[in-house]
C-alpha cells in the first residue's frame, strides 16, 4: 500500500509536483501514466525516501520509508535503467544488497533465477545489454520479497520476450496479494497490464480511476458501418440518443446503437452492409484528450523559441 | 521459477543485516570492483620501487645524496629515504577512496544503496571502515617492504628494524596512507563528483605544498605545516624537520581535517536527494 497525501517537490521556481495525493492498494496492478516531465520518477524516489518531499507526506505500508526496519523486506524497487555499477558482476551487486539487508544468499539465486539471468550472473554488467540491464534491475527490486513494489519503466529496453514477462510478472505478483506500481509511457502495454491507472500532467493529479473507466471516460463505443445504401440506413438508425454521423460517402460513425442491433435492422430492411465493427477508444486516445493541454513541451512552444 | 514468489510472504528476517551485514555489503561492494586491486598495487608498488630507486642511487649523487635532490629527502634520514614512494601512493589511496564514493554517484547505485539503509550515515560509517582496513593492512605490508628493500640497499648505511622511531614510522605510515584514503572518501561524499574531488584532493595534498613555498617566509610555513598531508606526513618521520608539527600533534591535525569533512559530508548526505 502506498499512500500519497499532499506531497509536493519543487526545484527553486520550478515545481515537479504539486499537490498530489493517491493511494495504490495492494493486489492490483496500478500504472502511473504522464507526459515527460509530469513528475513520475520524482514522486516514486520521493515514496523511496530518496528525494525529500518540500511538502506534504509519502507512506509505504504504513509508515514512512525511512521508518522501515527492513525496508527492502517492505518494498523494492526499479528506479532508473542501469543503477548498476559496470565494473561488477550481477552476483556481486545483488550479494551486496543481500548482505546489508539481512537476506539469505539463497535470495540472490532465487531472483537470478527469476529474472533468467543466472548464466550470466558471473559477468560484469558492463557487457549487459539494455533488456539484461533490465532484468536485473528487476532482480535487484525483488530481493527482499517486498510487499510493495515500484518500478520506473520497467519494459524500457526490453524486448518483445522480455515485455511478455514484465507483464506476466508484474500480474503474478499483484496476484500474490502485493501492492505492485508501475510507470510507464508505453500506452498499449499499460493498458494491457495495469488495472488502475493514476494519471498525472505537470505534477498534479489528471485522473484516478480503473483503466477501463478512464478510457470509457474520453467517449464511449461507437460503431462503423459500411454500407453502399448509407444514406436509407441512416434513416433507419435515427432515433432518440442515437447519432449518427458521416465522414465519407457510404461510411457511417453510429452512437448509442450496438452493432448487433444495426446489423439485424440492416437485414429487416434488406440493406446490404459491407463492414460493421465496434470501435473502441483507446488508451492513447483517452491519454492525449486529457494531456492535450499539460504536455510539458509542445512542439508548437518549441518551434516559438 | 514460480515457488520464488509463490511462497508465502515474510520468508525472510523483519530486520536488516545490523552492523556485520552493513559491513559485509561494503566489503562485497569493495572486492568486487577491479579498480580497487588496481589502485592499491599501482600504489603500493609504485612506494616500494620508488623507495628501492632513492636509496640505490642515494650514494651516487641521487636523492638525498650530495648531488642534491628535493628538499625533504636527506641522506642522513635512511628510513625516510626508504618511504619517500609514498607520494605517489597517497595519491592512488586518495582517488580511490574518492572512487568508492563518487562511483556510486556516477553509476546510480547510491539509490539503492540508500534504499536498504535509509539512515545513510551507517552508509558512510560502514564504508569508511571497510576501507580503513583493506588500505591499513596493505600500507603496512607495503611500507614494510619499502623499508626492507630501501635499508638493504642502502647497505652500511641502512639502519634495522629496531632502530629509534623505526616501528612508529612503519605504523604511522600505514596510518597517514589510511588517512588520506579517508579524506578522499570525505571529498567523495562532500563533492559526488569524481573530477571535482580528485581535483580538490591533488589540490590539496600534493599542489598547495609546492605552491606553499612560494609564500612570504614570515608565515608561509605556517600555512603549509597544517595543510593536510604536511601536518599527517609528520606521523612517520624520523628526523625531525624544522618548520614541521610534531608526530602526533601532525596526525591530530590530519585527523582534525577528516572529522570535519565527514561531519560536513553526513549533515550534507541528510539534506540532499539522493
Known sequence: MIEVQH????????????????????????????????????????????????????????????????????????????????????????????????????????????????????????????????????????????????????????????????????????????TVFLSSHLMSEMAQTAEHLIVVGRGRLLSDSSTAAFIEHAGGESVRVRSPRATELTGLLAADGVTVTSGETGLLDVRGLDAATIGDRALAAGIAVHELTVVRPSLEDAFMTLTRDEREYRTDEEMHR | MTAVLDTPARTVPQTNGGVGGLLRGEWVKLRSLRSTWVALAIGLVLMVLLGWLFTGTAESGGPGGDGGGPPGLSFTDPVGLSLAGYRLAQLAIGVLGVLLVTGEYATGTIRSTFAAVPRRWPVVVAKAAVFSAVVFLASLVAGGASFLVGQASLGDLGVGLGADGVVRALLGLALYLTAIGLFGMALGWLLRSTAGAISTLFGLVFLLPILGQLLPASWGPDVVRLLPGEAGAQVFSVVPVADALGPWSGLAVLIGYLVVGFAAATVLLHRRDA
Open chain 1, 7 to 178: 506531497l509536493a517537490k519543487r526545484y527553486g521556481e520550478k515545481t515537479a509536483v504539486a499537490d498530489l495525493t493517491f493511494t495504490v492498494r495492494p493486489g492490483v496492478v496500478t500504472g502511473f501514466l504522464g507526459p515527460n516531465g509530469a513528475g513520475k520518477s520524482t514522486t516514486m524516489r520521493m515514496v523511496m525516501g530518496l528525494d525529500r518531499p518540500t511538502s506534504g507526506t509519502a507512506l509505504v505500508n504504513g509508515k514512512r520509508y525511512a521508518e522501515h526496519r527492513a525496508p527492502l523486506r517492505e518494498v523494492g524497487a526499479l528506479l532508473e535503467a542501469r543503477a548498476l555499477h559496470p565494473g561488477r558482476t550481477a552476483r556481486a551487486h545483488l550479494t551486496s544488497l543481500a548482505a546489508t539487508a539481512g537476506l539469505p544468499a539463497s535470495r540472490v539465486e532465487a531472483v537470478l533465477d527469476l529474472a533468467g539471468i543466472t548464466a550470466v550472473a558471473d559477468q560484469r554488467v558492463g557487457g549487459f545489454s539494455l533488456g539484461m540491464g533490465q532484468r536485473l534491475g528487476v532482480a535487484t527490486a525483488l530481493i527482499g520479497d517486498p510487499a510493495t513494489v515500484v518500478l520506473d519503466e520497467p519494459v524500457n529496453g526490453l524486448d518483445p520476450d522480455g515485455v511478455l514477462w514484465i507483464r506476466t510478472l508484474t500480474r503474478r505478483l499483484a496476484a500474490e496479494g502485493r
